[in-house]
């Protein structure tokens, strides 16, 4: 069965797009001298400015330039007006398919720059499903994630797998969520808690699903109490609050997520 996306098509967009305003162009884009030293020892204007674009890309987004994708023309510019070459420079660096590898290989090594792995990617659930306790929006985990490997000068992967892991650190923070709050309840609450499955009184819906006609804002703290005078008398099953990571916006969301 497919994965439910935890991001949608703008969001996926947004996690990978280019700086839109001149000063974010300068701000990522400008180099130092010690770039500029190393830029230069390539051999002409083409490989000059083909290796300097792949660096800028590697450094933001973050990612590798594909062999038929042209660069962002506003960086193309800014890139060239550093080095004092002609954007059309490109166009002879863009055929060379065997050079462009060869760049990066050598941008890897010079720069620092790693692929992304098996290890990076068991290191990304774990660190993710620490925040998935206090958030399960994708784009949230998708944007932390790529923000650190970026810090870490590790090549970004494909979304999908940015996506996959967001995904599967909210379900482990889900477990470890339902997990702390089944583990304190006696078995008393435990029978209450499955008579939650029967039939009202009416026989047309459950107490469940009377329950789920409730905004979470009526809902206060994390007591829910439910009351039935004719049958069941008032039943209230409170869930501790003491627990580290029990913070106003992890209760917030308990509703939602006990819906599912």
Same mark, same amino acid.
């Given at each position: 069965?497919?994965?439910?996306? #935890?991001?949608?098509?703008?969001?996926?967009?947004?996690?990978?797009?280019?700086?839109?305003?001149?000063?974010? $162009? &300068? *701000?990522?884009?400008?180099?130092?001298?010690?770039?500029?030293?190393? &830029?230069?020892? *390539?051999?002409?204007?083409?490989?000059?400015?083909?290796?300097?674009? /792949?660096? +800028?890309?590697?450094?933001?987004?973050?990612?590798?330039?594909?062999?038929?994708?042209?660069?962002?023309?506003?960086?193309?510019? $800014?890139?060239?007006?550093?080095?004092?070459?002609?954007?059309?420079?490109?166009?002879?660096?863009?055929?060379?398919?065997?050079? *462009?590898?060869?760049?990066?290989?050598?941008? /890897?090594?010079?720069?620092?720059?790693?692929?992304?792995?098996?290890?990076?990617?068991?290191? %990304?659930?774990?660190?993710?499903?620490?925040?998935?306790?206090?958030?399960?929006?994708? #784009?949230?985990?998708?944007? %932390?994630?790529?923000?650190?490997?970026?810090? /870490?000068?590790?090549?970004?992967?494909?979304?999908?797998?940015?996506?996959?892991?967001?995904?599967?650190? #909210?379900?482990?923070?889900?477990? =470890?969520?339902?997990?702390?709050?089944?583990?304190?309840?006696?078995?008393?609450?435990?029978?209450?808690?499955?008579?939650?499955?029967?039939? *009202?009184?009416?026989?047309?819906?459950?107490?469940?699903?009377?329950?789920?006609?409730?905004?979470?804002?009526?809902?206060?703290?994390? +007591?829910?109490?439910?009351?039935?005078?004719?049958?069941?008398?008032?039943?209230?099953? +409170?869930?501790? %609050?003491?627990?580290?990571?029990?913070? =106003?916006?992890? +209760?917030?969301?308990?509703?939602?997520? %006990?819906?599912?």
């Amino acid at each position: 069965m497919p994965r439910r996306s #935890i991001l949608s098509a703008a969001e996926r967009e947004s996690l990978l797009a280019l700086p839109d305003s001149k000063d974010d $162009l &300068i *701000r990522h884009y400008t180099f130092n001298d010690t770039d500029l030293s190393i &830029i230069r020892q *390539r051999r002409g204007p083409a490989n000059r400015l083909g290796f300097a674009v /792949q660096l +800028c890309y590697l450094r933001f987004p973050g990612v590798i330039l594909g062999v038929d994708e042209l660069p962002f023309p506003p960086l193309l510019k $800014l890139v060239a007006d550093q080095l004092k070459v002609g954007v059309e420079s490109w166009n002879e660096y863009g055929q060379r398919e065997q050079t *462009r590898r060869e760049h990066l290989s050598e941008l /890897q090594t010079v720069f620092g720059f790693r692929p992304f792995t098996m290890s990076h990617y068991r290191q %990304a659930v774990q660190m993710l499903t620490e925040l998935a306790m206090q958030t399960d929006k994708g #784009i949230v985990l998708a944007s %932390a994630l790529i923000g650190h490997l970026r810090r /870490q000068s590790v090549i970004l992967p494909a979304l999908n797998a940015v996506e996959r892991a967001s995904a599967e650190a #909210i379900t482990r923070a889900n477990r =470890r969520i339902y997990d702390a709050l089944a583990e304190p309840l006696a078995d008393a609450h435990r029978r209450r808690l499955d008579d939650l499955l029967k039939r *009202r009184d009416n026989g047309k819906t459950t107490w469940l699903a009377w329950l789920r006609q409730f905004r979470p804002s009526q809902i206060r703290g994390i +007591c829910w109490n439910t009351s039935n005078a004719s049958r069941h008398g008032r039943h209230s099953i +409170c869930l501790p %609050a003491s627990s580290g990571w029990f913070t =106003r916006s992890a +209760c917030s969301r308990l509703p939602a997520r %006990a819906a599912r």
